[in-house]
């Protein structure tokens, strides 16, 4: 019990937890003043706690509308949160650091270990500064497009405010609007289905801020290295068969929808399809009306945000890398091999088993929120499944229940909203007893499997 209030003595996992949740309280607090509504009138605290967890998970699920609800205050506050969110409150943290001088302690590099999910504290504060000067650097070039995109449909420093926000919230996956306050809530990018600018800026910003600060790292270098870590090259080539298989699937489920791709000319399906398709990773802004897309379609979007984005990156779900180890030990298993290589690199059994347990207890998150929320909310089984799915995998994408669930289910999914931008390991260790090395095994048995 001691040990409990004792921060020095805290594990990393510990820290970032309760550093989240205290930057996440600290942003409902303020939500919830009067001077962050354009009426001047409180927040429900619940909704401002829904509110703050949604931006500092980089979700983007909302139970009020953020550019007709709240005020330029209000919206400031979310963009930080979003900041803090995506980058991670020990990056932050980190720049406070480096700024003033302060010498990064060896407690303090754990830390950014477990944050950043690396396997070594080696170069941890580079990488950092490199996180840092690449993060603001695309969020300044994606602002920068906005803001000359937007300029021509409003005033110039309402699209210089426009382009700032979006960027921020599109890189780091968070999926938060302004497009509320002329005169329609909830609407997200819709209104720029078939704007190429619009589009292509908002899906870089998007793949850019889900493949993860190391493999932007490996990019960056590569013209020096001439190489690319096993990491980058899983990740990379994952990523783009998930949004070329996504965009195909999309394409076909949806080309004879009249609310959704069949309206559109065909250059402005594939435009949208690929949207739709890239948006799943974790990044919650659409073109496509969602509740519009047919069963099937939106069955698969529950599967591509259940995959979610990369280690190290501002995005949620599983992650590339562990849907990748979980198919490569399909793989090996029906070719009758006991090792799952990629690239020509054998994985550690230990990264196996990992990928394992991420897997069930998130597949064991979903389910049993899924069944509480069927019991607390009166809608249809796949919009809660959808909702559920898209809390944990910090996506931000709804079916149009999220204003209207119940205090209680509110609660659940902003619960599920922190799971999710935490991971379930993260917090299972966390909360869990230190662990300790066993001094002996068990004699091996053998069960029948299949």
Known sequence: MKSLFNISKWSPPRILVTGFALIILTGALLLSM?????????????????????????????????????????????????????????????????????????????????????????????????????????????????????????????????????????????GFDLFGRFGVPFVSLTGYVSDPVINITAMLLIILGGLGFIVMSDLMEFRKNKRLSLHSKVVLSMTAALIAVGTIVIFIFEFSNKDTLGQLNLGGKVLAAFFQSVTPRTAGANTLDIPSLRQATQFFTIILMFIGASPGSTGGGIKTTTFTTLIGAVIAMIRGKEDIVLFNFRLARERIFKALTITLLSLALVVLVTMVLST???????????????????????????????????????????????????????????????????PEGKIIIG
């Open 34 to 174: 009067p001077f962050a509504s354009q009426t001047g009138t409180r927040l429900r605290f619940v909704d401002a706690l829904f509110t703050a967890t949604s931006a500092t998970c980089v979700t983007g699920l909302v139970v009020v509308d953020t550019g007709s609800y709240f005020s330029i205050a209000g919206q400031l506050i979310i963009m930080t949160l979003i900041q803090i969110g995506g980058l991670g409150f020990m990056t932050m943290a980190t720049l406070f650091a480096i700024v003033i001088r302060k010498r990064i302690s060896l407690r303090e590099r754990l830390i950014l270990q477990e944050a950043m999910n690396q396997t070594s504290m080696e170069g941890i504060v580079r990488l950092i500064r490199k996180v840092i000067f690449y993060s603001l650097a695309i969020e300044l070039i994606g602002a920068t497009l906005f803001s000359i995109r937007w300029s021509f449909d409003m005033p110039l420093g309402q699209a210089i405010y426009f382009g700032v926000f979006h960027a921020v919230s599109l890189f780091n996956n968070a």
């Open 376 to 442: 607390t909310e009166d809608k249809a089984f796949i919009k809660i499944l959808f909702e559920t799915t898209s809390a944990f995998g910090t996506v931000g994408l709804t079916l149009g229940i999220t204003p209207e669930l119940s205090a209680i289910g509110k609660i659940i999914i902003s619960l599920t909203m922190f799971c999710g931008r935490l991971g379930p390991l993260t917090l299972a260790y966390a909360l869990g007893p230190r662990a300790e090395k066993e001094l002996y095994r068990h």
